[in-house]
């Protein structure tokens, strides 16, 4: 094998150097190519019963699921919930649920919900499924929801069998917000009703509360099924367009992803997101039983923000709505559309009153408004490390050839040979 040159090695491992550092400094591609890649062995299908959004013609209300869940779904990890769990459960919050009704009596939400006027009816089961994922107990199969500690404020948002309406759902946000909710969430996405939904929220951000809504509808099922199923023929997505109150511009509004990091086969296309949540596969509880569900959609999605909001609220109560609305999206994972990433949510966040400080073996996410120092930084380092390449570069050459000449002036060895 031939020997390479010492001076040929040394400027290799320089430039070798040097360009590692440049791409290690460049902000977020770690954790963005993180988020991308897929994972090695694809997720199989969970065998629980589908919860619907709204019942189809003819069918019964939502019964027991007969199978209970024996491991946690995914979500759990992704979620980091026992990290961010350190910080903050969301204890003292109220989360209004505006939807098809809770279930005061589901397991993993017994003795915390509030359900004036009928709803704690749930015929449908999706208002009591999603309340699961927002503040299901710790120590459910499932691995509870986002804010285990947090209190549910149940609001119709929709007729007895899921069918939303843009008046029921206006007048669910004004009352939430009368009734004492900090944070409201919407689990449904109309394309009618822009004007009074909008007088809705605005009622709501001047009074410091936040809404959270699905980006798009759930999964469009095929005739016979409840939306949002997850199995099973759908019909053709329809072409992205806004859909209310998410489109509202003082919404967090959010779309749904799956284990691998895409969005569902065939899920609705969305025409604007602030941030991405895990939606797909999510697991939960019906109205009914001690028996588990499975969920796909943004409304699920939705959900899991909704929980965060509640925990940021409870960790650090000076901050206004639309400063967690900022607080989610800044300190997501960076992609195409910030990726939900609950423990950086609430660890950047400091008070002497209600900080605690985070376990020393986690790192703490830096807020996405410091982005371009960093990425300043970066460029910094990567110019000054060329630089340096350079300058070795040509003492490899430089420094050789001079000492062969005994550091003589070019055009001297023709001098001193006519000598």
């Given at each position: 094998?031939?020997?390479?040159?010492?001076?040929?090695?040394?400027?290799?491992?320089?430039?070798?150097?040097?360009?590692?550092?440049?791409?290690?400094?460049?902000?977020?591609?770690?954790?963005?190519?993180?988020?991308?890649?897929?994972?090695?062995?694809?997720?199989?299908?969970?065998?629980?019963?589908?919860?619907?959004?709204?019942?189809?013609?003819?069918?019964?209300?939502?019964?027991?699921?007969?199978?209970?869940?024996?491991?946690?779904?995914?979500?759990?990890?992704?979620?980091?919930?026992?990290?961010?769990?350190?910080?903050?459960?969301?204890?003292?919050?109220?989360?209004?649920?505006?939807?098809?009704?809770?279930?005061?009596?589901?397991?993993?939400?017994?003795?915390?919900?509030?359900?004036?006027?009928?709803?704690?009816?749930?015929?449908?089961?999706?208002?009591?499924?999603?309340?699961?994922?927002?503040?299901?107990?710790?120590?459910?199969?499932?691995?509870?929801?986002?804010?285990?500690?947090?209190?549910?404020?149940?609001?119709?948002?929709t007729g007895r069998r899921g069918e939303a309406d843009?008046?029921?759902?206006?007048?669910?946000?004004?009352?939430?917000?009368?009734?004492?909710?900090?944070?409201?969430?919407?689990?449904?996405?109309?394309?009618?009703?822009?004007?009074?939904?909008?007088?809705?929220?605005?009622?709501?951000?001047?009074?410091?509360?936040?809404?959270?809504?699905?980006?798009?509808?759930?999964?469009?099922?095929?005739?016979?099924?409840?939306?949002?199923?997850?199995?099973?023929?759908?019909?053709?997505?329809?072409?992205?367009?806004?859909?209310?109150?998410?489109?509202?511009?003082?919404?967090?509004?959010?779309?749904?992803?799956?284990?691998?990091?895409?969005?569902?086969?065939?899920?609705?296309?969305?025409?604007?997101?602030?941030?991405?949540?895990?939606?797909?596969?999510?697991?939960?509880?019906?109205?009914?039983?001690?028996g588990h569900f499975i969920g796909s959609g943004s409304?699920?999605?939705?959900?899991?923000?909704?929980?965060?909001?509640?925990?940021?609220?409870?960790?650090?109560?000076?901050?206004?709505?639309?400063?967690?609305?900022?607080?989610?999206?800044?300190?997501?994972?960076?992609?195409?559309?910030?990726?939900?990433?609950?423990?950086?949510?609430?660890?950047?966040?400091?008070?002497?009153?209600?900080?605690?400080?985070?376990?020393?073996?986690?790192?703490?996410?830096?807020?996405?408004?410091?982005?371009?120092?960093?990425?300043?930084?970066?460029?910094?380092?990567?110019?000054?490390?060329?630089?340096?390449?350079?300058?070795?570069?040509?003492?490899?050459?430089?420094?050789?050839?001079?000492?062969?000449?005994?550091?003589?002036?070019?055009?001297?060895?023709?001098?001193?040979?006519?000598?």
């Amino acid at each position: 094998m031939r020997r390479v040159p010492r001076r040929a090695r040394a400027v290799a491992s320089v430039a070798v150097a040097t360009l590692t550092l440049a791409v290690s400094a460049l902000p977020g591609a770690a954790s963005a190519t993180a988020y991308r890649r897929r994972p090695a062995v694809e997720p199989t299908p969970v065998g629980l019963p589908v919860i619907p959004s709204a019942l189809a013609s003819g069918q019964s209300c939502t019964g027991a699921s007969p199978t209970e869940a024996h491991a946690q779904p995914w979500t759990v990890s992704a979620l980091s919930l026992a990290r961010v769990r350190r910080l903050s459960q969301g204890a003292g919050i109220t989360v209004a649920v505006v939807d098809t009704g809770v279930a005061p009596d589901a397991p993993a939400l017994a003795g915390r919900v509030s359900a004036p006027g009928g709803a704690g009816k749930d015929c449908v089961g999706h208002g009591t499924f999603a309340a699961g994922l927002i503040a299901g107990r710790a120590d459910d199969a499932t691995g509870g929801g986002v804010a285990p500690r947090a209190r549910i404020l149940a609001v119709r948002g929709t007729g007895r069998r899921g069918e939303a309406d843009p008046g029921a759902v206006a007048s669910g946000i004004r009352s939430a917000v009368d009734a004492g909710a900090r944070v409201v969430y919407v689990g449904v996405a109309l394309t009618k009703g822009r004007p009074e939904m909008t007088a809705a929220v605005q009622y709501a951000a001047g009074k410091d509360v936040l809404v959270v809504a699905p980006a798009a509808p759930d999964a469009i099922p095929s005739a016979g099924t409840g939306v949002g199923a997850v199995t099973g023929s759908t019909q053709s997505a329809p072409p992205a367009q806004p859909y209310f109150p998410a489109f509202i511009p003082q919404v967090v509004s959010v779309e749904d992803y799956g284990e691998g990091g895409t969005r569902p086969k065939d899920a609705p296309n969305v025409f604007a997101a602030d941030i991405a949540a895990p939606g797909d596969a999510v697991v939960s509880h019906g109205p009914k039983g001690t028996g588990h569900f499975i969920g796909s959609g943004s409304s699920l999605a939705a959900a899991n923000v909704a929980g965060t909001a509640a925990l940021i609220r409870a960790y650090e109560p000076r901050l206004t709505a639309a400063e967690v609305a900022r607080r989610l999206v800044v300190s997501a994972y960076p992609a195409a559309i910030p990726v939900l990433d609950p423990y950086a949510a609430v660890s950047a966040v400091s008070s002497p009153a209600t900080a605690t400080a985070p376990p020393p073996e986690s790192a703490i996410r830096m807020p996405g408004s410091a982005s371009d120092a960093a990425r300043g930084r970066a460029l910094v380092v990567a110019a000054v490390g060329g630089g340096l390449v350079a300058l070795v570069a040509a003492a490899a050459v430089i420094i050789p050839r001079g000492r062969a000449r005994h550091w003589r002036p070019a055009g001297r060895d023709g001098q001193d040979a006519a000598r």
